[in-house]
């Protein structure tokens, strides 16, 4: 913390900021030093030291509070919305934010979760870790069917930044051939259960359109750069020591310190950015220290603005000078418009008879992938929606916490519910969302958060597009279902829930034309050149995949543009 | 079998789980997580929160909020649901202990009344059945009584296959299926039901997803987000 109080009234220019830690803004710091670039990476949350304080690693099952159940009185007053997520509990809890800090308001009618980290690494100290290249069609999808604007680039732009983030954030996979889903550079594949390979089996003679392969994932099977392959603990999200999962502490943070170029300032949260109309370019940042509360000001000759999409876009909109009165780089007003999350459904689930003397050791934090199968090289004839989805798949063999619910008392019961229950293969369609200009965020001045900013009001809803999406979503698994040899299926009920794919990606997005895009295709600003954006509010469109891997290889690609320009001395 | 209060930490011993916890194998080699194993080390934990891994079980603190009568009640009717078999039972592993420690810590006002409407309707019962209080009757009369009361409160959605936590869904449940899945879950999470009931393993260090089931094999202690 060696640039506390004085530095902002100093004389000093870094080369770049990144405006946040998350799983882009570690990327850009990373590319940027090891460059040689002076960098500062500012974050709103409070730091965190990798590897030794994740509070809640490997702890033993008797440690956790209440057992684990949710502690919901808590929850209800501090984390109404965080609390909702998978991936939260009391031993994770240390890794989000308090929503009673920072809350946002809905457009009536509309319900949309929005999850957000709250240390030095964001949300990739507690992502999912499925890691996915988008396909060439991807790319074209929207020049193709004419919902929203052309991307800029196309897949053979990013491939090459695909390969170079893949190499060091440590991806294993198995490489399958498809043009469609294209293979990248994979450490080992993890093995997959019995009933798996038993699945695949079935899937490759009953329902051969399909590809069913291990999830493609950011969890180590090889060691690299200092970092240890998986042990197999299963609890991610509480973070890892061994680094064994790709996030900003394990991988690009250590990278970028090791340079001696990178200066790190947690709870430092950017109000704004700030634009100089005589030189037409970002100056600096202005910052509210959150330990002081003192308002800060740092300058450097290039912004990286990856504060996680809706926050981005929350910057953007606040940052208004006399030359942007409706928000910085926002000449075109698309800044906060066209809000995606991807139209994710738990769906149909299977329950098998197969098996049932087969079991497992080790927690493998990874589930199997059926890859897009829907309107590939043009529109299925009995599809009447457009674009695609994936399905994410986990076999589960049921414990105690399914089958607790039978009745009984007594010596029957407890002998039931200690053993395994049966196998079950759960699916999860993540389909793609277009992207719409009524799905948005703005800002609402008259109330500010902890953070002294003015609250994000969300509107975002699914569209027809989505809704007959999911109806076929629910027909293809019972068809894949039945393929796979499912005894019994539990339908998708159809009910209406939260959007909650933590997928957000939009409002600041790239385009050839800067009337109707925010950025050009170097993640730019069309507006102001030396301001970058590069997390997932560029997005032009969502794809179906899971989309971090995307905004990293965009971050890369983004930021040698960045570093060649600044070597050239023109930005 | 049977381990009482104060005990928790004989059958592991923790100081050899915290070594083992803290580092992992690679490849024949260990390798120590040195920032985990520093902030173990460092006795005051100045500056961060203890690591939950070196922290007492959670059924190891004070409480002290049932009367003597409601312990014995509470003691007994976690005791007939999940008894001492060939395997400790609930008392073994402190249920009643842990069930005293949520409705001090994290039962809100309604659940705290439900809860207690509860105990009073299975002594009711008891006493209308077998002519005294639960914690007397003999461990055949006690079976019958929950029965009957879970009979009567079974219709709820609670009870349907891989039903929803109360936890989550606070809106009407009965009391049955709060007691039910609260002495469940302190039972198989508790240090005694994840070792001797179920199977423990926190760092397998490997994945294998085809090995051997016996009929009379257990579950592994579950993991959050698995």
């Known amino acids: ?571 | 079998m049977a381990i009482g209060q104060g005990t928790a930490g004989m059958s592991f011993p923790r100081r050899d789980f915290l070594l083992a916890a803290a580092v992992t194998a690679t490849g024949g080699a260990i390798m120590y997580s040195k920032g985990l194993a520093a902030m173990l080390a460092d006795g005051d934990h100045s500056g961060h929160d203890m690591p939950m891994m070196g922290r007492p079980a959670y059924v190891d603190q004070a409480v002290e909020v049932f009367s003597t009568e409601k312990r014995a009640l509470v003691s007994a009717m976690a005791e007939t649901l999940l008894p001492q078999t060939g395997t400790p039972g609930a008392i073994d592993a402190q249920v009643p202990k842990f069930l005293e420690l949520l409705y001090d810590q994290w039962m809100a006002a309604p659940e705290k009344q439900l809860f207690d409407r509860g105990l009073a309707e299975t002594d009711r019962q008891a006493q209308a059945a077998h002519g005294k209080v639960f914690a007397d009757c003999e461990a055949a009369e006690q079976k019958v009584v929950l029965e009957k009361m879970e009979e009567e409160q079974g219709d709820h959605p609670w009870f349907n296959f891989g039903g929803t936590s109360v936890a989550d869904d606070q809106d009407d449940i009965p009391f049955m299926a709060l007691f039910k899945e609260i002495t469940v879950v302190g039972f198989f999470m508790s240090e005694v039901g994840a070792q001797q009931v179920l199977r423990y393993d926190m760092m397998p260090g490997n994945f294998d997803g085809d090995t051997s089931l016996g009929y009379d094999d257990s579950s592994w202690a579950s993991v959050p987000f698995m």
């Open chain 1, 1 to 571: 913390m060696t640039e506390m109080m004085s530095q902002a009234s100093t004389s000093k220019t870094y080369d770049a900021i990144v405006i946040g830690s998350g799983m882009t803004g570690g990327v850009a710091a990373r590319e940027l030093t090891e460059k040689g670039m002076q960098v500062l990476m500012l974050e709103r949350g409070t730091a965190l030291n990798h590897p030794g304080e994740y509070v809640g690693e490997h702890a033993p099952n008797w440690s956790i509070p209440f057992g684990g159940l949710a502690d919901y009185q808590n929850y209800k007053k501090d984390y109404p919305v965080q609390s909702k997520s998978y991936a939260f509990d009391e031993a994770t809890k240390p890794h989000w934010i308090k929503d009673s800090d920072e809350p946002y308001l809905q457009e009536e009618g509309t319900n949309f979760e929005w999850m957000r980290g709250g240390r030095v690494g964001g949300r990739s100290l507690m992502w999912g870790r499925q890691t996915y290249r988008w396909g060439p069609h991807d790319f074209t999808a929207n020049a193709e069917d004419g919902h929203g604007v052309d991307w800029p680039i196309r897949y053979e732009d990013l491939a090459p930044w695909y390969s170079h983030v893949e190499k060091y954030i440590g991806v294993s996979g198995q490489k399958e051939g498809l043009e469609s889903f294209p293979d990248g550079e994979f450490q080992k594949p993890m093995e997959m259960y019995a009933l798996e390979k038993r699945i695949k089996r079935r899937l490759a003679r009953h329902a051969s359109d399909i590809t069913y392969t291990i999830g493609r994932s950011a969890v180590l099977t090889e060691p690299l750069e200092g970092r240890s392959p998986c042990h197999y603990c299963g609890a991610c999200p509480r973070g890892c020591s061994t680094g064994s999962y790709f996030s900003t502490q394990s991988s690009t943070l250590p990278a970028a310190m090791k340079t001696g170029n990178l200066t790190l300032r947690p709870e430092s949260a950017v109000q704004k950015i700030i634009y100089d109309s005589a030189t037409g370019k970002a100056t600096g940042v202005q910052v509210k220290d959150m330990k002081s509360g003192a308002s800060l000001v740092y300058k450097a000759r290039i912004i990286f603005l990856n504060a996680s999409t809706i926050h981005s876009a929350q910057i953007l909109l606040n940052s208004k000078s006399a030359a942007f009165p409706n928000g910085l780089a926002n000449s075109s007003g698309v800044v906060g418009r066209y809000l995606m999350d991807h139209n994710e459904h738990s769906t149909n689930l299977g329950i098998f008879f197969d098996d049932i003397d087969r079991y497992f050791s080790g927690k493998r934090p990874n589930g199997c992938y059926i890859p897009r199968f829907r309107n590939i090289g043009g529109q299925d004839e009995d599809a009447d929606f457009l674009r695609g989805y994936g399905i994410q798949c986990n076999v589960v063999r049921l414990d105690h916490r399914f089958t607790m619910h039978q009745k009984g008392i007594g010596a029957d019961y407890k002998d039931a519910i200690r053993k395994p229950g049966p196998w079950v293969f759960a699916m999860s369609a993540f389909g793609e969302c277009l992207p719409y200009q009524e799905n948005k965020i703005t800002l609402d001045e008259s109330r500010r958060d902890a953070f002294d900013m003015p609250l994000v009001k969300i509107r975002m809803e699914f569209g027809e597009n989505e809704h007959q999406m999911r109806k076929d979503v629910t027909q293809q698994a019972d068809r894949i279902l039945k393929a796979a040899g499912a005894v019994a299926i539990i339908p998708d009920d159809g009910s209406e829930k939260p959007i909650s794919a933590i997928h957000e990606m939009g409002t600041v997005r790239m385009g050839k034309d800067a009337k109707t895009s925010a950025l050009n295709g170097w993640n730019q600003s069309h507006d102001v050149p030396n301001l970058f954006v590069t997390d997932g509010a560029a997005m032009t469109s969502s794809g179906n995949v899971n989309p971090s891997l995307t905004y990293m290889a965009f971050t890369a690609r983004a930021a040698d543009y960045a570093a060649k320009l600044w070597k050239k001395g023109e930005l």
